[in-house]
């Protein structure tokens, strides 16, 4: 079946720089998707969201940057800060309007 | 205070014993789910209530019984699990607004050890 990953489990950034973490999603139907940090002992807390109609979307120190060409979604974290050490998913809904398909994670860890 | 609080936090329990997870949402919203997280697999959908109603099994093993009594509250009753069902499970719900998808907001699980 269709399945999202990510290009890295691990990622350590210097505190203060920017942080990019990357997903490829293979199944062209979908056109949500949506970011979440996991920190130990929660759960999953929505960080950002995008739809295909759009490449770019911007928060609070976040950018998601989606390439439908490439099948590519990107999350950038600006000026990183201890406390954004966590694992990040990334998900898509294939298309539908209640199901996510979530990736394995990467685990962002931010070095002082 | 969260908006999706899961009871119990942890929960050991023998493969003979029976016990429920609770899972409610203050956020007003009418879908929920049950998702099951094992340690390096992605999260697994196991079960989506929209309006109380049951609109996905994930083939889910019967020992595993979900309920959703009204759009606030789901349980998911337990019952001669296995060791390897040990995880963490999670509840999650959404607004269901038209077929868009929405974000999904999830509680911070109940961990969960088969004996």
């Known amino acids: 079946g269709e399945s999202v990953g990510l290009h890295l489990p691990t990622l350590s950034v210097q505190e203060g720089d920017n942080s990019i973490i990357n997903c490829a999603y293979s199944?062209?139907?979908?056109?949500?998707f949506i970011w979440y940090k996991q920190e130990s002992g929660k759960g999953p807390q929505f960080i950002i969201d995008?739809?295909?109609?759009?490449d770019k979307r911007q928060g609070q120190r976040v950018t998601v940057l989606l390439n439908k060409t490439v099948k590519h979604l990107s999350l950038q974290i600006a000026a990183t800060q201890p406390g954004d050490s966590a694992v990040y998913f990334c998900?898509?809904?294939?298309?539908?309007?209640?199901?996510?398909?979530f990736g394995t994670g990467t685990r962002l860890t931010i070095i002082p | 205070e969260t908006g999706v609080t899961q009871t119990p936090r942890h929960l050991v329990m023998g493969m003979t014993n029976k016990k429920s997870l609770k899972c409610e949402q203050h956020?007003?919203?009418?879908?929920m789910y049950w998702y099951k997280q094992s340690a390096k697999k992605p999260l697994e959908l196991m079960f989506v209530?929209?309006?109380?109603?049951?609109?996905e099994n994930n083939s889910v093993p019967s020992r595993f019984s979900p309920e959703c009594p009204n759009s606030s509250h789901l349980f998911l009753h337990l019952h001669t699990l296995q060791p390897e069902d040990s995880a963490l499970y999670l509840c999650?719900?959404?607004?269901?607004?038209?077929?868009?998808?929405?974000?999904?907001?999830f509680g911070d699980g109940t961990r969960l050890s088969i004996l």
């Open positions: 999650a719900s959404s607004p269901r607004v038209g077929f868009q998808t929405r974000p999904q907001h």
């Open positions: 199944n062209s139907a979908s056109d949500y």
């Open positions: 995008i739809r295909s109609n759009m």
């Open positions: 998900a898509e809904n294939g298309g539908g309007n209640e199901k996510l398909t």
């Open positions: 956020l007003g919203h009418n879908a």
């Open positions: 209530y929209n309006f109380k109603e049951q609109t």
